[in-house]
Nanobody
Framework: QVQPVESGGGLVQAGGSLRLSCAAS????????VGWFRQAPGKERSFVAA????????YYGDSVKGRFTISRDNLANTVYLQMNSLKPEDTAVYYC??????????????????WGQGTQVTVSS
């Protein structure tokens, strides 16, 4: 199994950008579907975006379409989430999950996956 580790979170003003990274050890990381989820205080964890093992397929939650872009570099064992036009409602802890037996379009919090510890993103108004 791989163990994802998130980085890149921080404090940014509304309208700004951040790029999150999800790095994982293990040669098999490039065989996993990888997804980003987020959880705001008092709310359930929700789907943000996911990418297939080879990067050929991606899927986004409605609230981030057109603003966020997920990509991966399998040589670097890293998946990225480029977040543009950030809004205060994007404030949350962002989690990366490496999933098996799952496609980007079917990935949920219940998919069989290994989760990272999360990185905080705070967007000020």
């Amino acid at each position: 199994q791989v163990q994802p580790v998130e980085s890149g979170g921080g404090l940014v003003q509304a309208g700004g950008s951040l790029r999150l990274s999800c790095a994982a050890s293990g040669r098999t990381f490039n065989s996993y579907t990888v997804g980003w989820f987020r959880q705001a205080p008092g709310k359930e964890r929700s789907f943000v975006a996911a990418i297939s093992w080879n990067g050929g397929s991606t899927y986004y939650g409605d609230s981030v379409k057109g603003r966020f872009t997920i990509s991966r570099d399998n040589l670097a064992n890293t998946v990225y989430l480029q977040m543009n036009s950030l809004k205060p409602e994007d404030t949350a802890v962002y989690y990366c999950a490496a999933a098996w037996a799952t496609t980007p379009h079917t990935m949920t919090i219940r998919s069989p996956a290994t989760w990272g510890q999360g990185t905080q993103v705070t967007v000020s108004s």
